[in-house]
């Protein structure tokens, strides 16, 4: 019995020191709860964008180059077929939802919805910071993840449980590193003013006429205001200043020259 008490003694500091620090990641990782599901509600019941019934655009006539059917200059079609509707520039029309969305980037069965125009900002910050929450579920579990090479009697917890943890830390550092990938092809994607659809039709590398540059193009998903970046919401200005973020009007390079 005595020779246990010490090692008693100490395990015992060290859970006192744990419940110390307990509050404080209490809150961080409520935070970041509460941050995912905000993200997550309004990708969900945010509408990525519909074309307006019988949609027409005076350019149409006019030779505007964002009507150009020209595969190089990356314009869709003018006109749905199943929709029965105009259809105007970046604009797709999905098999799941069966309705033409405003620059569409894809369905995504996650949040059961579509990914377009208008709900692509919550799409990106819902990644990240479900991202930031499995790295801090990774970094919580790799003591329990270390303990679980080191000799049984230097473990402070019963073998199921490390080995419960163990899973649990290799399934996090998984999903962080997936989510990390999906993250880099969606900066990609953003900084080049492009969406998943856009890359794969394009089939050659050409002038992409929408690249503004990398500042320009994130305002064009972000918004202007920088306090607004890092939230599901967009300021009244930004929605009001920007065309992209209603999804039927995009600048073009030669605007931009302009």
Same mark, same amino acid.
């Given at each position: 019995?005595?020779?246990?008490?010490?090692?008693? !003694?100490?395990?015992? !500091?060290?859970?006192?020191?744990?419940? &110390?620090? =307990?509050?404080?990641?209490?809150?961080?990782?409520?935070?970041?709860?509460?941050?995912?599901?905000?993200?997550?509600?309004?990708?969900?019941?945010?509408?990525? !964008?519909?074309?307006?019934?019988?949609? &027409?655009?005076?350019? %149409?006539?006019?030779?505007?180059?964002?009507?150009?059917?020209? %595969?190089?200059?990356?314009?869709?079609? /003018?006109?749905?077929?199943?929709?029965?509707?105009? /259809?105007?520039?970046?604009?797709?029309?999905?098999?799941?939802?069966? &309705?033409?969305?405003? /620059?569409?980037?894809?369905?995504?069965?996650?949040?059961?919805?579509?990914? !377009?125009?208008?709900?692509?900002?919550?799409? =990106?910050?819902? =990644?990240?910071?479900?991202? $930031?929450?499995?790295?801090?579920?990774?970094?919580?579990?790799?003591?329990?993840? $270390?303990?679980?090479?080191?000799?049984?009697?230097?473990?402070?917890?019963?073998?199921?449980?490390?080995? $419960?943890?163990?899973?649990?830390?290799?399934?996090?550092?998984?999903?962080?590193?997936?989510?990390?990938?999906? $993250?880099?092809?969606?900066?990609?994607?953003?900084?080049?003013?492009?969406?998943?659809?856009?890359?794969? %039709?394009?089939?050659?590398?050409?002038?992409? /006429?929408?690249?503004?540059?990398?500042?320009?193009? =994130?305002?064009?998903?972000?918004?202007?205001?920088?306090?607004?970046?890092?939230?599901?919401?967009?300021?009244?200005?930004?929605?009001?200043?920007?065309?992209?973020?209603?999804?039927?009007?995009?600048?073009?390079?030669?605007?931009?020259?302009?």
């Amino acid at each position: 019995m005595g020779p246990h008490a010490p090692r008693r !003694g100490s395990s015992r !500091g060290r859970c006192c020191r744990r419940d &110390r620090r =307990l509050p404080h990641t209490r809150i961080l990782f409520l935070l970041q709860l509460a941050m995912i599901l905000w993200c997550y509600l309004m990708v969900v019941f945010t509408d990525p !964008g519909a074309v307006p019934e019988n949609w &027409r655009h005076d350019a %149409e006539d006019s030779g505007n180059p964002l009507f150009s059917s020209s %595969e190089e200059q990356g314009s869709a079609p /003018k006109y749905c077929s199943r929709c029965q509707n105009g /259809k105007p520039p970046r604009c797709h029309h999905c098999s799941v939802c069966n &309705r033409c969305v405003l /620059k569409m980037d894809h369905h995504c069965i996650w949040v059961v919805n579509c990914v !377009g125009a208008r709900n692509y900002k919550y799409f =990106l910050l819902f =990644l990240v910071y479900t991202f $930031i929450e499995t790295v801090l579920d990774t970094l919580v579990l790799l003591p329990n993840f $270390i303990e679980f090479f080191q000799d049984e009697s230097r473990r402070s917890s019963s073998p199921g449980d490390i080995a $419960i943890l163990f899973l649990a830390f290799v399934l996090n550092l998984a999903f962080a590193l997936s989510l990390l990938c999906f $993250i880099g092809m969606h900066t990609s994607l953003v900084t080049h003013n492009t969406t998943s659809i856009e890359v794969y %039709e394009r089939k050659k590398s050409v002038s992409w /006429k929408y690249d503004l540059g990398w500042k320009r193009n =994130l305002e064009q998903v972000f918004g202007t205001k920088k306090l607004f970046w890092f939230v599901p919401m967009y300021s009244t200005e930004d929605l009001h200043n920007i065309p992209a973020l209603q999804g039927l009007e995009f600048p073009t390079r030669s605007d931009a020259i302009v």
